[in-house]
């Protein structure tokens, strides 16, 4: 079996570094050089060697690369990946912008290009979409409160979470989609869309010591909601419990598509994503 490389060794990094280890051996790491950090992971992978990027590119053994740099750092980092033929799973939302995305999928060339769309992965996001989409969507609200990540951009970091699942469940191409009104601040993010025929409301606040996330569509079937775990509507609900194994489950679904040589990549929804973003930012 091949083994992983895997570049980034902060909090995020070692996670999925957890994540993964419990599947196949991570042989390489590539860091900044924060002594902390790496440390930290070689205590998850006691047998992970620090190297170089040339050293990790060019390990034969060495199939697939994990990307857990900051957002700025994603796209440079992917696209030479993808040109030593790795496959790679990526931290969302991908890349930069769209003009970063677009060298991304020309370097593609079959390879596995696995985004992180954590929620997507939800068993009972699954349950929340197939309900939505069988009905007319009248709105879908999206509230997100939070403390930290504050070094980060909150559109590109968190908006892109919410952003990937009004997508994803309404089921609408970027043309469909009209920004109608936007309040973006360091630490909070409201935004007001139109998908198709939906409005669509994104409230993010990263101040609050009162973590919640919860997304209610409102429609013609009555009002259905769902959290991290749980999916309801009027008397239903559907709890899986595994908010806290979602990374483990896009883990298996990356090392499926690699171990089955898929040339699998949701590319296309980065983009749609990066789109609204630039839009909003004009």
């Known amino acids: 079996m091949n ?9 995020w990094g070692r996670n ?6 419990k599947k196949r051996s991570i042989k390489r790491v590539v860091s900044t050089g924060n002594a902390n950090n790496i440390n930290m992971i070689k205590s998850i992978c006691p047998n992970i ?30 696209i030479k990946c993808l040109v030593s033929k790795k496959h790679i799973f990526l931290e969302k939302p991908a890349a930069s912008n769209n003009v970063e995305l677009t060298k991304i999928q020309n370097a593609v060339s079959g390879h596995v290009c696995f985004v992180n769309y954590l929620y997507l992965s939800d068993p009972s996001y699954e349950s929340f ?38 997508l994803d469940s309404l089921g609408y191409d970027t043309a469909d989609i009209d920004i109608i009104r936007s309040s973006i601040k360091k630490d909070t993010c409201n935004l007001t869309l139109n998908i198709g025929n939906a409005k669509v409301y994104i409230d993010i606040d990263r101040t609050s010591k009162h973590k919640n996330k919860t997304v209610s ?9 769902w959290t991290p775990g749980l999916f309801a509507h009027e008397e239903i609900e559907v709890t899986t419990n595994v908010d806290s194994k979602l990374l483990d489950i896009q883990r298996d679904t990356f090392l499926a598509h690699v171990r089955n040589n898929t040339g699998y990549n949701n590319l296309g929804l980065s983009g749609k994503i990066l789109q609204i973003i630039d839009e909003v930012r004009q």
């Open 49 to 78: 060697i620090v190297s170089s990027m040339d050293e990790l590119l060019s390990d034969g053994e060495i199939d697939a690369v994990i990307i857990a740099v900051p957002i700025e750092s994603l796209a440079e980092n992917a």
């Open 129 to 166: 979409k197939n309900a939505v989409m069988k009905t007319d969507v009248k709105t879908a609200s999206f509230s997100w409160k939070k403390w930290g990540s504050f070094d980060n951009d909150i559109l590109l970091n968190l908006a892109s979470h919410d952003l990937s699942m009004a």
């Open 3 to 11: 083994s992983i490389g895997i570049i980034g060794s902060g909090r």
């Open 217 to 225: 569509y409102e429609t013609a079937d009555g009002l259905f909601m």
């Open 16 to 21: 999925i570094a957890r994540s993964f280890s």
